[in-house]
Nanobody, 123 residues
Framework: QVQLVESGGKLVQAGGSLRLSCEAT????????MGWFRQAPGKEREFAAAIYYTGDYTQYAESVKDRFTISRDNAKNTVYLQMNSLKPEDTAVYFC????????????????WGQGTQVTVSS
């Protein structure tokens, strides 16, 4: 069974950038849609970005569009989330997960969640 491990989260000032990584072990993610979600304290987990298994298509939540970029390297079994122009409201635990379909961005459509990585943006 595929396991996902997120990394790269840390404390950063508003306007700064971070690159998150999601490495898969125990199997290949090369044929799956991959997604990034985030969960702020006291809030529900929400969709941030997704990428088609070939990397040809991406999808973003309106709140991160034009600031975040999702990418993947199937040879390295890794998905990335480049986050620019960070805002305090981006503060959350960021998770990656797998989906067997393209076009649905809800939490129940994804599985094999990692443990998450904390991103904190100070004002």
């Amino acid at each position: 069974q595929v396991q996902l491990v997120e990394s790269g989260g840390k404390l950063v000032q508003a306007g700064g950038s971070l690159r998150l990584s999601c490495e898969a072990t125990g199997g290949s993610i090369g044929t799956y849609t991959m997604g990034w979600f985030r969960q702020a304290p006291g809030k529900e987990r929400e969709f941030a970005a997704a990428i088609y298994y070939t990397g040809d298509y991406t999808q973003y939540a309106e709140s991160v569009k034009d600031r975040f970029t999702i990418s993947r390297d199937n040879a390295k079994n890794t998905v990335y989330l480049q986050m620019n122009s960070l805002k305090p409201e981006d503060t959350a635990v960021y998770f990656c997960a797998i989906s067997q379909r393209w076009g649905r961005w809800s939490v129940p459509d994804f599985y094999s969640w990692g443990q998450g990585t904390q991103v904190t943006v100070s004002s």
